[in-house]
């Protein structure tokens, strides 16, 4: 095991420092005790373990930090020890023995691992963080500055991976014969999908077709303490202490449960089947959900939804799957907003909703594609279509844009239609056909195709224009008409 120096300098004045002493009375007295000199440079320097292999290491427990040196008179009374990678910061335990902080090896790859939201057993950068608590010969206690070195730790390898996985719990009353297939996530490499309908509370875990085939509840993968109803999390998996513990999910009704069979790690969500927009712009009173927006799914196009919307700087929302506050809603993540998104309307973070700084109107688009859901934000780009348009072309050209409103009440303009006809309007989102977010207005209403069978026309819809007439489009009120 290589070993790697730190040295730590501070000075530090006493008179700075809350003092621990145990006769407070005298402390309490007005100038009853004069000023501590300042003490001169403190030195401590430590040796850390730069790297750990878990599979060729011998020894349950490692020592992360050895103290090998201090100055004369202190002594280390604790450690303060932090694992930092990948833009995420872990507390981890130890064990205090004095001159060195011990970690359990395999708690040690586990915390590694959860930095990364992998399992694999591949090596792992991460930065040990220490910050040692000090006695000094007077009895004081400080806080040395924190100090910082690079270790390279190796998760154990997996059990590998099998063609196929099922989920069993409570809502089949662990029925091996009613065990629900996962099925794969296009597009997402060892990455499968299940869904479920549980009762809130329900307890699950994850079996491999060996498991099924011979009824081996050994092979059961689930969480790393029993009830654990994190929505994400890392598999634990069986060995010589038993069965890993039941993954509890928390909430009733619909849910779509990933797994990745490579990284060891699995999702839960609500299965959305609606999309809502809440926030500021329809009600200070959040929990209003008569006012929320619902959103428009896209033709055709599983876990895509779109809405063409107002803000005002200053504007605050989140989207949820469900009308209430359930646990399922979703805010403000770099993971989730595009970063055109979050430049476009200025977007920032305020406790995990996401503030407008830029007034305007915006399409706004949630994408769920398997265990990964996007939000994007658009131009508020509208276009007339077809035989009607401008050069009766079926494709988005600058010439047939729909004027856009100053205001949340304004509405939407055509260009004067080019002849008599059908028209045919439509917003462009990204990588999607231009009909799959096409709508009309018929009798004064916003129709949109959303998932109907056919086309609009099909179901009785349609727009009816003679040339040089304007429509108007109200996306706030859900209106349109022809003028």
């Not at 694999?120 to 010969?137: D, F, Y």
């Not at 619909?254 to 060891?264: A, H, R």
């Not at 109907?452 to 026309?457: F, I």
Request: aromatic fraction near 12%; hydrophobic fraction near 40%; proline fraction near 4%.
């Amino acid at each position: 095991m290589k070993q790697f120096s730190i040295y730590i300098y501070t000075l530090l004045s006493l008179a700075t420092f809350s003092a621990c002493n145990e006769d407070y009375t005298d402390w309490a007295e007005a100038q009853s005790n004069p000023q501590e000199e300042q003490i001169a440079a403190i030195s401590a320097s430590f040796t850390g373990a730069t790297a750990l292999d878990v599979d060729s290491y011998e020894g349950d427990s490692i020592d992360v930090v050895t103290l090998s040196g201090m100055a004369e008179g202190y002594s280390i009374t604790d450690y303060d020890l932090q694992l930092v990678a990948n833009g995420n910061t872990l507390d981890v335990p130890y064990t205090n023995w004095g001159t060195s902080a011990r970690v359990d090896v395999d708690t040690l790859a586990l915390y590694a691992s959860r930095l990364y939201n992998s399992r694999q057993a591949v090596a792992r950068e991460v930065t040990i963080r220490i910050t040692p608590s000090v006695l000094t010969p007077t009895n004081e206690a400080i806080i040395l500055s924190s100090s910082e070195y690079d270790m390279t730790i190796t998760p154990g390898v997996l059990p590998d991976a099998e063609n196929a996985y099922y989920i069993l719990g409570d809502f089949n009353g662990w029925n091996m014969d009613a065990a629900v297939p996962f099925e794969p996530v296009a597009g997402q490499e060892n990455t499968y999908s299940a869904v479920i309908e549980v009762e809130a509370n329900c307890n699950v875990k994850i079996f491999p077709q060996s498991g099924i085939d011979n009824e081996d509840w050994n092979k059961a993968l689930g969480a790393f303490f029993d009830g654990d109803a994190a929505s994400s999390g890392l598999f634990d998996f069986t060995d010589e202490s038993g069965q890993p513990g039941s993954i509890t999910i928390a909430n009733a009704g619909k849910m779509d449960v990933f797994i990745n069979t490579l990284d060891y790690s699995y999702t839960i969500r609500v299965h959305a089947e609606n999309m809502y927009i809440i926030g500021s712009m329809n009600s200070w009173v959040w929990e209003n959900w008569d006012e929320a927006y619902t959103m428009i799914p896209v033709t055709q196009t599983e876990g895509k939804y779109w809405s063409m919307q107002y803000f005002n700087a200053g504007d605050e929302f989140k989207f949820s799957p469900n009308l209430g506050w359930e646990g399922n809603d979703f805010g403000y993540s770099t993971e989730i907003l595009t970063p055109e998104a979050i430049a476009l309307a200025d977007l920032t973070d305020n406790g995990g909703n996401i503030k407008v700084g830029k007034a305007g109107w915006y399409i706004v688009v949630v994408t769920i594609n398997g265990s990964t859901t996007t939000v994007d934000l658009q131009e508020p780009n509208v276009y007339l279509y077809g035989d009607v348009s401008i050069g009766a072309v079926w494709e988005a050209s600058p010439e047939n844009l729909f004027s856009v409103p100053d205001s949340r009440e304004g509405d939407f303009v055509s260009p004067a239609t080019a002849a008599d006809g059908v028209a045919r309007m439509c917003v462009i989102l990204k990588d999607t056909d231009w009909w799959r977010s096409e709508f009309t207005v018929t009798g004064g209403t916003l129709v949109y195709r959303a998932n109907l069978n056919g086309e609009l026309s099909d179901n009785g819809y349609e727009c009816a224009v003679t040339a040089g007439q304007n429509i108007h489009i109200n996306f706030m009120k859900r209106t349109g008409s022809v003028e």
